[in-house]
């Protein structure tokens, strides 16, 4: 069956430093990869969606890398700051898939001081 | 320019009761989806509606739910006879156009719903 799988233990670093979260994914073969920033008692927020045929894509401090070879995407946030504190999800669509997502559990992060 | 809204934001149903989950797209949305956050688990796909169709409904439960979205009015998802399962976050999306290409999704802030 399908399955994504990104960190469930919350990272935390210091303030200035680069954010790596992962997603990685089995059973599956996604058009396109999105990123999106999730905060308590709120609705996830799009960030960077980035396409089967892409390497890299980035977005201000914030960049992703897909590799369809080792089913696996990595998300970039540089020079974090506090504000970045949140929950991170990953989700994938299938060609075709009209924006029906499959999303993964999330990766908590948080950014001291 | 309001984003997409959900109302209530909290709903309390005892078991048996109907809960009724309301949600008003984006100003030129006319594709709306809804998700269901379980604790501990990722948001699923229930439903993809357009105005007055029902697209996908592959992710919602054959039985006590439904979905709608009228000509006019917000899009209502509907569960009969709830149960203390049914407790969980449910979010309302919505886009311009389907597919996420060039048109991903803007989700609301959800209706939490608890089934005492």
């Known amino acids: 069956s399908q399955k994504i799988e990104q960190n469930s233990e919350a990272l935390n670093i210091q303030e200035g430093k680069t954010a790596t979260l992962t997603c990685n994914y089995t059973?599956?073969?996604?058009?396109?990869l999105q990123w999106y920033r999730q905060d308590p008692g709120r609705g996830p927020v799009f960030l960077l969606l980035?396409?089967?045929?892409?390497k890299e894509k980035r977005k201000e401090r914030l960049k992703v890398t897909f590799d369809t070879t080792l089913k696996q995407s990595l998300f970039h946030i540089t020079a974090s700051q506090p504000a970045d504190s949140a929950t991170y999800l990953c989700?994938?669509?299938?060609?075709?898939?009209?924006?029906?997502?499959?999303f993964g559990t999330g990766t908590q992060l948080k950014v001291e001081l | 320019n309001a984003g997409v809204m959900q109302n209530p934001r909290h709903l309390v149903r005892r078991r048996g009761q109907e809960a009724r989950l309301r949600c008003s797209p984006m100003k030129g949305h006319s594709h709306v989806y809804w998700y269901r956050q379980l604790p501990e688990e990722g948001l699923k796909f229930m439903v993809y509606?357009?105005?007055?169709?029902?697209?996908?409904e592959s992710g919602m439960p054959k039985e006590r739910f439904s979905a709608e979205f009228p000509k006019e009015g917000p899009s209502i998802l509907r569960i009969q006879q709830v149960v203390r399962g049914d407790s969980a976050a449910y979010f309302c999306a919505s886009s311009p156009a389907a597919g996420s290409d060039n048109s991903p999704l803007h989700f609301g802030n959800g209706t939490r719903l608890t089934v005492t």
């Open positions: 509606l357009q105005k007055e169709n029902i697209i996908d």
């Open positions: 989700a994938l669509e299938p060609t075709g898939g009209g924006n029906k997502l499959t």
């Open positions: 980035i396409r089967e045929n892409e």
């Open positions: 059973n599956y073969s996604p058009a396109y």
